[in-house]
């Protein structure tokens, strides 16, 4: 079955970096774009970007432009999503998701989070 | 503020219908599918509906979705205590050119 399995919790400084992995099996891990959420406390869901299957391709949301690199090891079926320059806005549960079919814009899996929690 | 319109909450008697509106423009829901998710506190959102009105394998029939124009709706029949959760919907913006969420509407099960 499809699974999707991030890293755990960090707790990071203003100003530091934090880079979340999401392990995929079960599918055809080249086959799939992947995506990744985030979830401020209180807040509903913001989507951060996109990485094609090979990974020679990222589109960013402009607010995160700058800040944000997704890559991913197909060698591994891993992505990673890398936040700079955090600040504590940035504190939120953050996810990785499968995009559903190429071209559409629906998640049909989900990792199951990872909140990271930047303070001084 | 989030680009798509969704009541803060919602809430009905178990057994009985409900709906969840979801607003939007011609750059979003007016051009593109729309799907929704279903999210439990602590768990990953769940998708519930695609391509409008199409759902994942496993997911009830209880659940349908709709579209007209530049606005979807969600909706539930037999509502059950478990059904008690945040649901989202979600689209491509074409103007913006990115994915596009509601702010979410917390349903509770009277």
């Known amino acids: 079955q499809v699974q999707l399995v991030q890293s755990g919790a960090e707790v990071k400084k203003p100003g530091a970096s934090v880079k979340v992995s999401c392990k995929a099996s079960?599918?055809?891990?080249?086959?799939?774009?992947m995506h990744w959420v985030r979830q401020a406390p209180g807040q509903g869901l913001e989507w951060m970007g996109i990485i094609n299957p090979s990974g020679d391709s990222t589109s960013y949301t402009q607010k995160f432009w700058g800040r944000v690199t997704m890559t991913r090891d197909t060698s591994t079926g891993t992505v990673y999503m890398e936040l700079s320059s955090l600040r504590s806005e940035d504190t939120a549960v953050y996810y990785c998701a499968r995009e559903g079919t190429a071209g559409e814009s629906y998640f049909d899996y989900w990792g199951q989070g990872t909140l990271v929690t930047v303070s001084s | 503020q989030s680009v798509l319109t969704q009541p803060p909450s919602v809430s009905a008697a178990p057994g009985q219908i409900l709906t969840i509106s979801c607003s939007g423009s011609s750059s979003n829901i007016g051009k593109n599918y729309v799907s929704w998710y279903q999210h439990l506190p602590g768990r990953a959102p769940k998708l519930l509906i695609y391509d409008n009105n199409r759902r994942p394998s496993g997911i009830p029939d209880r659940f349908s979705g709709s579209k007209s124009g530049t606005s979807a709706a969600l909706g539930i029949t037999g509502l059950q205590t478990g059904d008690e959760a945040d649901y989202y919907c979600g689209t491509w913006d074409t103007s913006l050119s990115v994915v596009v969420f509601g702010g979410g509407t917390k349903v509770t099960v009277l």
């Open positions: 079960g599918y055809s891990f080249s086959n799939y774009y």
